[in-house]
């Protein structure tokens, strides 16, 4: 096997002019001292932390060991979700381009200005970073739902046979699984009531504590997100006015609607269209009125700010314009994120009701079975809005057209705000 840390240097002829740069590279990889794989990967530390309790007590069960490394396993991936996630919202708070391609500079503008630890503005040439790690979080999380089915092969009784050695340690304690949900933008008045303690269990762990608060008060990706998304060109409402030109195409979309009820023969049918129409009406009005949107907000039923979910909803409508497209996968992946960490959450409640069936109580004191199925609620969806934003669509023939000017803006690819602004000033008004 091809040693994974030295790498293998060739002594192509072809390149026969670099060989004294390589052999000079080697001589100093010679003169350290061997590192060899299982150092680099710290194994003696990894693959000597199986400690079986059952073996201790002197009644080993073969599955404990499968318990172990699943747990182990999900916990290091856990490690990785998170370093993604960090530097998303790194990148997300980076100090460059501003969305308006302004250009700003980023040391003395007010905009950029630290807070908790992040600035306002995205460096937009950084959205292909962000997509990438995003995505790679998204391949992580479908391992991990999967990964709930190797752990299935232990049966309810092997499980019953050391689940007692392991009271009262309980994945509930999982320090970087509450990190996760708070740095992705878990609230703490969302979570079901048991779930609102859950710093309990961390105890004197002042470290453990320290991470949770600091994971709490800093950034979320959430809010991030909504920072960004209050920048989508289009939004301004001195320039194309995005928000002014769609109210008019819904509103145009519900009379036309409600005019072809009217026209119904069957008076059965034109009763439903027409309370169709109704309910249609009420619920656009939730974002046209914007009291009535942070209404929802403040009831935990909305989550996005007035203008970040505006934001959203033109850039699902115009997804097909070059500079929105790689927003709107950005979109596809944080809603990725969100439902795969709830289908987690589905497999582990139904591994948890096949082990210990409805009625037990969970190692960590919960009612186990019970509390993990209220979790199952779109409480724990940070991005909820934009699982609602089909509510909103109107048909493509609908879609307000962009103006001339509106169009180049957004057919210039990322990271192209100074051709663009050339652009503007010497083409089209
Ligand atoms: C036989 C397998 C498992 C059983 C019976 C089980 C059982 C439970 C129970 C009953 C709870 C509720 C808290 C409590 O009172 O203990 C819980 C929570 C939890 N478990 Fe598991 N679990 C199993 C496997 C796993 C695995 C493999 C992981 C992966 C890390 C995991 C992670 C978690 C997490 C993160 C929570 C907290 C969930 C929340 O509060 O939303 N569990 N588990």
Redesign the pocket.
Known sequence: MACPIAGDISDNSEHIFRRQDHDQDNDKLNQRPAMLYSEYLCLDKILSAQRLLSAEYSDEVHDEHL?IV??QA??LW?KQIIFELDSVRVLFSSESNSYDGSNKSSSNHSTTKQDNGVSHILNESKTLEILKRLNRIVLILKLLVD??TI?ET?TPLD?MAF?DYLCPA???Q?LQ?RLLENKLGVKQEHRVKY?QS?MRVFGRDSKAIEAIKRSEEEHSLNILVQRWLTRTPGLETHDFDFWEKYKRSVEKMLAEQEQAAHKQPNQQIKEYLLANVRSRQAVFETIFNESLHNALVLRGERRFSYSAFQGAIMITLYRDEPRFSQPHQILMALMDIDSLITKW?YN?VI??QR??GSQQ?????????Q??KS?LSDRYKVFLDLFNLSTFLVPRHMIPPLTKQMKIKLSIAWNGWNSEDNQNKSGDS
């Open positions: 318990f699943t747990h999900y916990e856990f990964q709930v752990l232990m499980f689940r309980s994945g509930f999982s699984f779930n859950y959450r582990h591994m948890v082990m210990i109580l969970g190692t960590g004191g919960s009612s186990g079975y509390y993990l979790t």
